[in-house]
């Protein structure tokens, strides 16, 4: 086996939000650990990003999707090579891409399985357009060993978390939100547990033409409809058991656009009850399929979801008093760029050809090594 050293990586990462490239140059060691030396988001150009919500909601050819993968894929290098321009190439690269679809769900054509995800950035345009090997397409063969692909941090999780000794959730909140259960007594899983700030994103962009609800103001503004609340939370999905794992394709524009007709008619009323039903589905996810299993001390929030000021507030109020709530900052993990430390970690294990996913969490019939190489 080839001796382990440690490997400088620029790892990219572009999640359901689709608001940025997150990119990050991370020192991963022999021991696993990672440092994040500088990151950056990156903004996608304004009509690249709008055909990417074009293909999102299906509104595209597969002209459209081929050309995307390319403009993607250059739009991934240019970040990289802005951290290039500062701190020198890297040992190679390791992409998450841009996923534009997931079907984690067993249909059969002809007898043959249909669970499939397309992570489009072209990885050969990253490489070429950087120098540096790049390594990138990490979900498929979890699919392939008849997982869900999803959810791939949980891996970073138990690294990073297990040599603690103590019982965490670790939940990141990205457009989807997703739990790893990290524990001294009990192996290693976890999930997605619903919509992070997918929905949010799509009332404020609806409602106030913003982005994104920054630090939860418009959120704290207004008051929770708790009818409305409790019917949004009657979604099968809620109830299903793990492992599982969902994203845009179910909690799409059409969702929300069927489940605001029974909406509060005040704007600021719908982004507090959807904030709170991210804050709500992650409590009511523990309380079904964690806390049976695992005593948990500690809950620690990463992502965007960490900054958002009413989300925190929710999430205080629902989960139990004696259970601790924290944020990755409090271990030294960025809040921001956590899944790019993650991809930096699970790319290091591809190039080491160490595997790296965790069938508990995926449905996967076994370990493997994910991740496809692309030289430059």
């Known amino acids: 086996m080839q001796e382990l050293e440690s490997k400088k990586i620029i790892a990219l990462m572009s999640g359901t939000s689709c608001d940025s490239i997150d990119a990050g140059l991370c020192i991963v060691n022999p021991d696993l650990s990672c440092r994040l030396v500088h990151g950056i988001n990156y903004k996608y150009p304004e009509h690249i990003q709008a055909k990417l919500f074009q293909l999102f909601s299906g509104d595209a050819t597969v002209k459209d999707i081929c050309q995307m993968n390319f403009a993607v894929g250059k739009c991934f290098a240019q970040a990289c090579n802005v951290i290039i321009s500062e701190h020198g190439k890297p040992d190679f690269i390791s992409s998450h891409g841009q996923t534009i ?72 909140i990205g457009g989807i939100s997703n739990v790893t259960v990290v524990s001294k007594e009990h192996a290693t899983f976890g999930f997605d547990t619903g919509p992070g700030n997918v929905l949010i994103d799509y009332a404020v962009k609806k409602y106030f033409n913003k982005p994104y609800d920054e630090n939860g103001e418009i959120a704290n503004s207004g008051m929770i409809s708790e009818s409305w609340l409790e019917c949004l939370l009657q979604d099968e999905y809620y109830f299903k058991n793990p492992p599982k794992t969902t994203g845009r394709e179910y909690f799409s524009s059409e969702y929300i656009e069927n489940a605001l007709r029974f909406a509060p008619k005040e704007p600021k009323d719908v982004v507090a009850t959807l904030t709170a039903l991210t804050a709500k589905s992650i409590a009511q996810a523990y309380e ?5 299993s695992v005593d948990i001390n500690e809950v620690v929030i990463g992502g965007g979801g960490a900054y958002n000021h009413a989300l925190m507030k929710y999430l205080r109020h629902y989960l139990p008093k004696h259970v601790d709530l924290k944020t990755h900052e409090a271990y030294g993990i960025s809040n921001n760029f956590k899944e790019v430390m993650a991809f930096a970690l699970l790319g290091y294990c591809t190039y080491y050809n160490i595997t790296n996913n965790l069938p508990d969490c995926t449905g996967a019939r076994k370990r493997t090594v994910l991740g496809k190489v692309a030289n430059c």
Not at 288 to 292: A, G, H, L, Q
Request: charged fraction near 25%.
């Open 101 to 172: 679809y997931h079907f984690p769900f067993d249909e059969k054509l002809d007898g043959i399985s249909l669970k499939s995800t397309l992570q489009i950035g072209e990885s050969s345009v990253i490489a070429q357009e950087t120098g540096c090997l790049t390594i990138s397409n990490f979900r498929e063969a979890d699919i392939a060993n008849g997982g869900d692909g999803a959810p791939l941090v949980c891996f970073a999780d138990e690294k990073w978390f297990k040599p603690l000794k103590k019982n965490f959730c670790v939940q990141n």
């Open 288 to 292: 079904r399929f964690v806390y049976p």
